[in-house]
């Protein structure tokens, strides 16, 4: 169980486009997603945290303009990165939970901007 | 300012070593969680540990919270090639989750 899928695994797309990134608990219902970025053989950032029908909590420094993200349901959370440009190429991983601090993770998207 | 700090980095050791990774902070922590991340993977969930001096272990893997809930340590024995990985600590604090940036370990066959 606890079971959490991304898509797309990998993008490219061209500067100026934008982009959407879904994330799916499978197999059961996640109160909280979270919105993680990762740059080569570094940790993980969290960008937010959103709650099933409600707005997003964007961490410092992140453009919730730039980074869009809903959460539709107990199940799907979105991330549509708006605009990109070649420095939003990263590793994109998001995790679900359905209990506080319990997260699960999905495999990523490999976002490249070109 | 990094709160979590984990060292070393990067760890390269002959299969059947021994090895202990740590995971230090001067912050307390409700909780703090190990993950292990394979290149081009989301992490995974190794084990929570809550309690001050709790002690788990999962096969090969021991995990120790420190009494004082600031540090931790991972220790594994007799490392195999498929240990290899990434390998996260998270510790819980104010709602947070912060992650350390990670040790890689390398395991020679």
């Known amino acids: 169980g606890a079971v959490v899928s991304q898509h797309p695994s990998r993008v490219i797309c061209k500067s100026g486009t934008s982009v959407k990134i879904e994330c799916r608990s499978l197999?059961?219902?996640?109160?909280?997603m979270f919105w993680y970025r990762q740059f080569p053989k570094q940790s993980l950032m969290l960008m937010a945290t959103?709650?099933?029908?409600?707005?997003?909590?964007?961490e410092q420094g992140v453009e919730k303009d730039k980074f869009l993200i809903n959460h539709a349901s107990l199940t799907l959370s979105t991330l549509t990165v708006t605009s990109a440009h070649p420095e939003d190429s990263s590793f994109y991983i998001c995790?679900?939970?359905?209990?506080?601090?319990?997260?699960?993770f999905g495999p990523g998207t490999r976002l490249t901007v070109t | 300012t990094q709160l979590l700090e984990q060292s070393p980095q990067f760890l390269s050791i002959q299969e059947g070593e021994n090895l202990t990774v740590y995971c230090n902070s001067s912050?307390?922590?409700?909780?703090l969680q190990w993950y292990r991340q394979e290149p081009g993977e989301g992490p995974v969930l190794l084990v929570t540990?809550?309690?001050?001096?709790e002690v788990k272990k999962l096969k090969r893997l021991t995990f120790q919270f420190g009494d004082a809930r600031k540090d931790s340590s991972l220790h594994i024995t007799a490392a195999q090639p498929g240990d290899t990985g990434l390998y996260l600590c998270?510790?819980?604090?104010?709602?947070?989750?912060?992650f350390g940036k990670g040790t890689r370990l390398h395991i020679l066959p």
């Open positions: 995790s679900a939970a359905r209990v506080p601090y319990e997260q699960y």
């Open positions: 197999d059961f219902q996640a109160t909280t």
């Open positions: 959103s709650n099933e029908g409600s707005k997003a909590t964007y």
């Open positions: 912050s307390v922590f409700s909780s």
């Open positions: 540990v809550v309690t001050g001096g």
């Open positions: 998270a510790g819980v604090r104010d709602d947070k989750i912060i």
